[in-house]
């Protein structure tokens, strides 16, 4: 299979390989779509065990942040950028400000910020080579990190869908969290906060016993998190958690998460919608994150600072639209992923004709 043919390919504008002998750098950009604006998305740095297991991840990733960024209504396309390497041993300030130099190859195509394996500190070295960077600190455009703002768009929507799919508050509703990382943690203490009873795990162990006692939780190890008899699944981790093989395990009658790329295939989807749970999109709940972003760029392109309120009223806007595929599924007995891709996709479509004609 060439990479056109890839069903993740999907009409990807550019896709994009850069390597650096020096610092070790092994990164690819994707380029989804510039229809509504320039690409924004975030780097990931994680041990792939190939090269072709780095691109499927970052065409699939790219896509989704097109549809996230049309369905939170933002002025931007979507893009994604991988690095090749483990988080954990590999980083240096010198491999980052060599992916700083590839992003401003892009030519202001393409914004990054943070994801898995990416801190805020990462990317101050790259923003030493490029100012397509965002969600940083220390002027008065930054926005910081996204994560907090990630986390308060997924709880909105939990909420939404336990007063939809239940009839009932937060109180009391028993939650499983797969992965208690940046958002994870900061949903769960969120939920917390509400009244929710929590069931976490994580793969760092240290963090999860953290975030367990914050959270008077209990800890089951990662195999067991799809066996919690809970109300609500929320996967916060790397994607393809929900397929035909977990499906089965999962007593939860919701799911709604912050990871990207929550079902592993379509037929996973629709298997969710058979078996009558109620599926929140990935890239609809979880939009908070690319909107601070987009608060950062817009601030940086208008010589503005950074405007909260502006955040604020774009997470009401996302809730929304949350609640309009959730019905607009439920009145006609679709699933909720098929309903929100065919509204993403004519969002992008109608934005790129837009610019055609003029």
């Known amino acids: ?48 065990a190939s090269a072709a297991e780095a691109l499927d991840d970052a065409l699939k990733l790219s896509r989704a942040m097109s549809y996230k960024n049309a369905m939170a209504d933002l002025d931007l396309g979507g893009g994604k950028s991988v690095i090749i390497g483990d988080s954990r041993t590999q980083k240096t300030p010198a491999l980052f400000e060599a992916f700083g130099r590839a992003v401003e190859d892009c030519g202001g195509k ?31 455009a930054a ?31 028993r939650v499983a969290i797969q992965g208690v990382g940046s958002v994870g943690g900061y949903l769960a203490r969120k939920l917390h906060a509400a009244g929710a009873k929590l069931v976490l795990t ?23 998190i799809f066996d919690a008899d809970v109300d609500v699944f929320a996967p916060c981790a790397m994607g393809g958690a929900i397929s035909l093989d977990t499906l089965p395990r999962i ?5 709604a998460g912050a990871a990207n790329n929550q079902l592993a295939d ?35 392109e208008r010589g503005e600072a950074f405007d909260p309120a502006w955040v604020d009223a774009k997470l009401d806007r996302l809730a929304l ?11 006609e007995r679709r699933p909720t992923n098929e309903v929100a891709n065919q509204i993403a996709r004519a969002r992008i479509v109608g934005a790129a004709e837009k610019r055609a004609a003029a």
């Open 143 to 173: 926005s910081g990190d996204p994560s907090p703002v990630t986390a308060e768009g997924v709880f909105r929507g939990v909420r939404l869908c336990v007063e939809r799919g239940l009839k009932r508050d937060l109180g009391g509703v």
């Open 266 to 300: 379509a037929e996973a989807g629709r298997e969710v919608f058979k078996r009558g749970i109620l599926y929140a999109p990935d890239y609809v709940i979880n939009g908070g994150g690319i909107i601070n972003v987009a608060g950062e760029i817009r601030a940086l």
């Open 202 to 224: 994580d793969v760092n162990a240290e963090a999860l016993r953290r975030v367990a006692a914050e959270t008077d939780a209990q800890i089951v190890a990662p195999s067991a």
């Open 110 to 140: 393409y914004w990054t910020a943070e994801d898995v394996g990416v801190s805020v500190a990462d990317l101050q070295n790259a923003r030493k080579h490029t100012k397509y960077v965002a969600g940083l600190e220390g002027h008065p």
């Open 251 to 255: 007593r939860a009658k919701i799911i």
């Open 321 to 331: 639209t949350l609640e309009e595929v959730l019905e607009q599924a439920r009145s």
């Open 1 to 48: 299979m060439t990479l056109f043919d890839s069903p993740a390919f999907e009409g990807h504008e550019g896709i994009h390989a850069f390597s650096d002998e020096k610092t070790g750098l092994k990164a690819i950009i994707a380029v989804h779509s510039t229809a509504r604006g320039p690409a924004a998305g975030g780097c990931r740095m994680w041990p792939y």
